[in-house]
């Protein structure tokens, strides 16, 4: 077996099963779950229809880069979405969904028969980022998130040495757990690092239609083309469907950047067998091609945290994200509790889960910048998600009372 197998440590969600173990919460009480960050709201039937209707696609082998069409599509929305012009053959490739493609693309940039090779992620930041790293033969250094400055990445914090040593350096912007955007004073000293130091850079951009103020969220690329990067050198960014257009199943998403590391990322993925199906390249068109349905969603969204965040920022430490649909929110002081202790009580008490903080980050240089905070994803409809949002206000107050 592989022994960086060995590395790897549980998903955050199966050491929320373990912190439950045992617990019975109350009947009376139906379950709801803030705890996964898996969209709830209805796949739109035009992407089901455009699905169904394109079966006779699997009679054929479909081609790693995808069809031109779909490739258009990719840049067609790059256009429309960030006002960029790029090539859809040379700067933009299909992928299975953002996850495998986090995964695959670490494999495809980290050097391993160099001395110490480092990935640099932020923490708190999604498991694979680490998993990738290690698998790749890689070791994680985790940049803390600062909560005073709207949970900026502490990019100064990193030593010289761990500069000279990274290869890839993951971001994610919005934000997961934090919600926060990367504005484009950040994303200028990431190119001026980048250029020193020659790493590559990830962005991780699958939250990005999920917005609250009037201006959408600064990309990677957009922010690389205003810069006068427009070679997009050393970056590739990723997006996805999954949470745009409520379509977690279909696994469908594209990354796009740098001509010479798409061009490599194609060799990888054609050894890989990451080819996207003929079904799902057409679902994928028909998706891409439209926004009304990005603008229902995100909607749907914007009226949900107007009536959730009141109500929980009333009790506790949390306030509207920049965009995503996560709410970043601190446990009261008073209580006492950790953030595992809180998401115990508060699922054996009034049958709400939520995710405890410390889960999504990791003990590094003496802290754990997840730790008394927890992540609630309000995926499900309004309705559902305020009566969690009151169950919760409830649990704290009663705590206080006690």
Same mark, same amino acid.
């Given at each position: ?196 130091? =020659? ?20 990309? =990677? ?182």
């Amino acid at each position: 077996m592989n022994p960086l197998l060995q590395k790897l440590q549980p998903y955050p969600f199966e050491r929320l099963r373990q912190l439950f173990a045992g617990v019975t919460p109350p009947a009376d009480q139906a379950p709801i779950s803030l705890g996964i960050g898996e969209p709830r709201h209805p796949t739109p039937a035009f992407i089901e229809q455009a699905l169904s209707g394109n079966l006779a696609g699997l009679s054929v082998y479909p081609a790693t880069a995808g069809t031109p069409a779909l490739r258009e599509a990719f840049a067609n929305w790059l256009s429309t979405r960030y006002g960029l012009q790029v090539d859809g053959h040379k700067h933009t490739l299909p992928v299975n969904g953002s996850r495998e493609a986090l995964f695959a693309f670490t494999q495809t940039v980290v050097d391993s028969s160099k001395p110490d090779p480092v990935v640099l992620c932020p923490n708190p930041f999604y498991q694979i980022y680490e998993g990738a790293a290690l698998l790749a033969g890689a070791t994680p250094y985790y940049v803390p998130s600062i909560a005073s400055k709207n949970f900026a990445v502490d990019w100064a914090s990193v030593p010289e040495d761990i500069w000279q040593r990274t290869q890839l350096i993951f971001v994610c912007s919005p934000g997961n757990p934090t919600g926060a955007v990367m504005p484009l004073d950040e994303w200028k000293k990431l190119f001026e690092l980048s250029d020193r130091y =020659g790493f590559v850079i990830a962005s991780d951009e699958c939250y990005s239609e999920i917005y609250f103020r009037d201006e959408p969220p600064l990309g =990677g690329m957009q922010a690389a083309a205003q810069l006068g990067r427009s070679d997009f050198r050393r970056l590739v960014s990723f997006t996805s469907l999954s949470k745009r257009s409520n379509v977690p199943g279909l696994r469908s998403g594209f990354v796009a950047g740098d001509a010479e590391l798409i061009k490599a990322f194609t060799l990888y993925r054609t050894y890989q067998g990451g080819a996207m199906s003929p079904p799902v390249q057409a679902a994928s068109i028909a998706a891409w091609g439209d926004e009304r349905h990005v603008e229902d969603n995100r909607e749907q969204y914007r009226r949900k945290f107007a009536e959730v965040t009141p109500v929980l920022s009333a009790v506790m430490d949390v306030q509207l994200p920049d965009a995503s649909f996560y709410l970043w929110a601190g446990v009261p002081a008073y209580m006492g509790l950790s953030d595992t202790e809180f998401a115990r009580e508060l699922y054996a008490q009034y049958n709400v889960t939520v995710l405890p903080g410390s889960y999504l980050a990791r003990d590094f240089n003496g802290s754990n910048p997840g730790a008394g905070r927890i992540r609630m994803a309000l995926v499900a409809q309004t309705a559902e998600c305020l009566e969690a949002a009151q169950r919760i206000a409830q649990f704290i107050q009663s705590w206080k009372k006690a």
